[in-house]
């Protein structure tokens, strides 16, 4: 089955068309980053004229590079949630009238779902079951699934995100927005050992995380040192060594406590090249195999949603007619597949 993916939910526009037989054949994408970063933020209402502008130019193109007219598509996935509710409805308006006028099913996928399975479109997948660390802007969650579609969530952020304590704490540091690449960046040139920064709730038993409280770290950090060059790259390295840290302890004691032997990375800050090597290599040492999908594909896109949409379309999952989104949607109350 040949199906188009749209992805919407937040600041990117992503498209790709997935091939059941022949996996993925072509993915566009454009990050509207230029447009929010003067804010310091996504702008809602601008993210979603944004979308609207780009999508279907998007579609146009994937479907070019793919060498392909809309008479090979046949079935549509688009983001349903959560993210925010206007891009959403624009890639869920898109998705459901291309299906409507094409006469193929149409499916809304969950986001997160779509960043958790990214890593099946490597050509070494990683087997059922396994643990997943999602850790994006919006989320951080450790999830315990044993097949396509059957997520318990074991752990869990109490406040800030991964991602979103990296975007913090980079425009503190005057990195821009979103800062967390950029952080990462200075990172490596900074002294480790001239600042050490908490490794939140570490030091009890547990699974959840907390990361709002090294931003304040970061905060009391800059006033008593200043900001110049080399405190600003220190900072970055002390942040970016304790959320490193914390996830590695925090998977460590999910892989004992469920006895499994493959971690799944995925999400944005699953792009951080310290973080990968870090975690491949302690997990390593415990006989633990720790997959993640490419680069491009642990930030938003389309080819995730193309990927999740064939995989629901083909079981016979099918949306109605109706233009639902869920800008709050919890991955546990998804169908197993
Ligand atoms: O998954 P994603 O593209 O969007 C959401 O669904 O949230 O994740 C975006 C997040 C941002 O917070 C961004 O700063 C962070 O991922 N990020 C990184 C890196 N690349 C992106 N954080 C740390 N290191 C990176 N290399
Ligand atoms: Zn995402």
Known sequence: MRVLGIETSCDETGIAIYDSDQGLMSHTLYSQVAT?????GVVPELASRDHVQKTLPLIEKAMYQAKMTSKDIEGVAYTAGPGLVGALLVGASIGQSLGFAWNVPTIGVHHMEGHLLAPML?????????????????????????????????GE??????????????????????GGAVLAQLADEGDPDRFYFPRPMTD???????????????????????????????IARAFQDAVIETLVIKCQRAMRATGWKTLVVA????????????????????????????HEFCTDNGAMIAYVGCQRLLRGERANLAIEVYPRWALSELKSI
Do not use: W
């Open 36 to 40: 929010h970063s003067e804010y310091g």
């Open 122 to 154: 490597e050509a070494l997948p990683p087997e059922f079951p396994f643990v997943a660390l999602l850790i994006s802007g919006g989320h951080t969650q450790l999830v315990r699934v044993t097949r396509m579609g059957c997520y318990e969530i074991i």
């Open 267 to 294: 999400g944005g800050v699953g792009a951080n090249i310290a973080l990968r090597r870090c975690l491949s290599e302690t997990l390593a040492k415990e006989d633990i195999k720790v997959y993640f999908p490419r």
């Open 204 to 234: 009890r038993p547990g699974l959840d995380f907390s990361f709002s409280g090294l931003k304040t770290y970061a905060v009391n950090t800059v006033a008593k040192y200043g900001l110049d060059a080399k405190t600003r790259a220190d």
């Open 157 to 178: 952020s109490v406040d800030d995100a991964a991602g979103e304590a990296f975007d913090k704490t980079a425009k503190l540091l005057g990195l821009g927005y979103p």
